[in-house]
């Protein structure tokens, strides 16, 4: 039993954590390894009988570095050159995202990491910014197209940090749009991104049918707070 409780423990936190922390990566992998093993078994599934996903599960390259340093010389507007923009920008490197550590078996690992790693990539293709309504948008996008059970709930739970309006924006505008654009969307996780760098993000979206975040000014925002604010 002493043995049972920490391996019980973490994942536990680590779910309670993610609904209230979606933009913790760490805390949201662990919960989705434990929690959606059987999710990632049917991603396997689906990457196995799709021709680019069988290709992407024998190779098993990484985002990596690598990956990083040969996107910052794609020509301006690649996705490639965007992906290497987003990540300066916001200080992120594709080495320190958290290790997946819940899930041992040889495929289904590099399944869970490939859910990982083209997580920045997908923050590109949509232009979902990295706040809080932006990443609650994007684990919707994952969640239509993975089925993991955290996404869906730290989406869920994670909106009592915002404002009524940006809970609103959310509701409203945010939620339905990752819904359609996910809907919309091939296969995500059977994509070769690192074949796909030097292609144009515009081209990319077209043959995806991939619509961009809506975009709403923080003026817009403060008029509908003091809007909320007169009716109380």
Not at 191 to 203: G, H, I, N, P
């Given at each position: 039993?002493?043995?049972?409780?920490?391996?019980l423990?973490?994942?536990?936190?680590?779910?309670?954590?993610?609904?209230?922390?979606?933009?913790r990566?760490?805390?949201?992998g662990?919960?989705?390894e434990?929690?959606?093993?059987?999710t990632?078994?049917k991603?396997?599934?689906?990457?196995k009988a799709?021709?680019e996903g069988r290709?992407?599960?024998?190779?098993?390259?990484?985002?990596?570095s690598?990956?990083?340093?040969?996107?910052?010389?794609?020509?301006?507007?690649?996705?490639?050159?965007?992906?290497?923009?987003f990540?300066?920008?916001?200080g992120?490197?594709p080495?320190?995202?958290?290790p997946?550590t819940?899930?041992?078996?040889?495929?289904?690992?590099?399944?869970?990491?490939?859910?990982?790693?083209?997580?920045?990539?997908?923050?590109?293709l949509?232009?979902?910014p990295t706040?809080l309504?932006?990443?609650?948008?994007?684990?919707?996008i994952?969640?239509?197209?993975?089925?993991?059970?955290?996404h869906?709930?730290?989406?869920y739970?994670?909106?009592f940090r915002?404002?009524?309006?940006?809970?609103?924006?959310?509701e409203?505008?945010?939620?339905?749009?990752?819904?359609?654009?996910?809907?919309r969307?091939p296969?995500?996780?059977?994509r070769?991104?690192?074949?796909?760098?030097?292609?144009?993000?515009?081209?990319?979206?077209?043959?995806?049918?991939?619509s961009?975040?809506p975009?709403?000014?923080?003026?817009?925002?403060?008029?509908?707070?003091?809007?909320?604010?007169?009716?109380?």
């Amino acid at each position: 039993m002493p043995k049972l409780l920490p391996r019980l423990l973490v994942p536990s936190l680590a779910a309670i954590g993610s609904l209230i922390h979606p933009e913790r990566a760490d805390l949201v992998g662990i919960s989705s390894e434990t929690v959606g093993y059987i999710t990632y078994e049917k991603l396997l599934s689906q990457m196995k009988a799709d021709a680019e996903g069988r290709k992407i599960l024998q190779r098993r390259q990484r985002i990596s570095s690598d990956t990083l340093l040969f996107s910052k010389f794609c020509a301006p507007g690649t996705l490639g050159n965007l992906y290497f923009s987003f990540m300066v920008a916001n200080g992120f490197h594709p080495n320190e995202r958290p290790p997946v550590t819940f899930t041992k078996d040889g495929e289904l690992h590099f399944v869970a990491v490939r859910a990982r790693e083209i997580h920045d990539l997908l923050h590109v293709l949509f232009d979902c910014p990295t706040n809080l309504q932006g990443e609650l948008a994007l684990k919707a996008i994952e969640f239509v197209q993975y089925g993991l059970p955290a996404h869906w709930a730290s989406t869920y739970f994670a909106s009592f940090r915002l404002s009524v309006s940006e809970q609103h924006l959310l509701e409203y505008t945010f939620l339905p749009w990752a819904v359609r654009a996910a809907s919309r969307a091939p296969n995500l996780i059977c994509r070769d991104y690192e074949q796909l760098l030097k292609v144009q993000v515009s081209q990319l979206r077209t043959e995806w049918h991939i619509s961009e975040f809506p975009r709403y000014s923080k003026g817009l925002l403060q008029k509908m707070d003091a809007g909320v604010k007169d009716q109380t």
